[in-house]
């Protein structure tokens, strides 16, 4: 049986997405951990100032507390890995205020603190994979910024999730995404894949 160029093509792409699928759900069963970047991925970018101010949930994205407190339930051990100049104990004090904080029993590194540095710097992931315990391989960055989050994450061997919330960038960025990153266009994504 011939097929034409254009099945060809389809074909083709079926394949790679089934693999694409495969890969992810054997992935994810490994991980124990994840880690999430907070502006323009759990957080309205620029609003940092406003939640350490007021611990005010309002600055996060509508998905971002369902999608958090679900993964909770389902075992894993939430982080966050961020890139910022603001005052470490002040950030994690709004998250204690906030009620926040007991969702995040992993790593909170922020790349304000004086001994670590900023994404993609491998020093800051390998801090949270050393501090939690956990193995690369069990463990999964989520972010926004496909240089620092990303790559940041891959370069230790850790798993890397990109939230893309622009599908024009979206298109633009996948074709440099390695096969073993999933983009997705917000966090409640997560829930189809954990």
Known sequence: MRLSKTNKKHLISFIRLMFILYTYSYTMKMITHIYFDWSKTLAIPKTRDIFIATSTLSIL????????????????????????????????EALSKSGLMPLFKGTIALSSDPNLC?????KIFNYCLSEDKV???HAVMVGDNYQADVL?????????????????KKRKSNTNTPTTVLTIQT????????
């Open 187 to 194: 966090i409640g994504d997560l829930k189809n894949y954990f």
């Open 152 to 168: 940041g994450a891959l370069r230790v061997g850790m798993n890397a999730v990109h939230v893309n919330r622009d599908p024009e």
């Open 118 to 122: 900023p994404k993609a710097c491998k």
């Open 61 to 92: 994205y509508p998905d971002t507390l369902s999608t958090l407190k679900y993964l909770k339930t389902k075992g894993y051990t939430l982080g966050i890995i961020s890139n910022t100049h603001k005052n470490p104990e002040q950030f994690i």
């Open 135 to 137: 193995s690369p391989e």
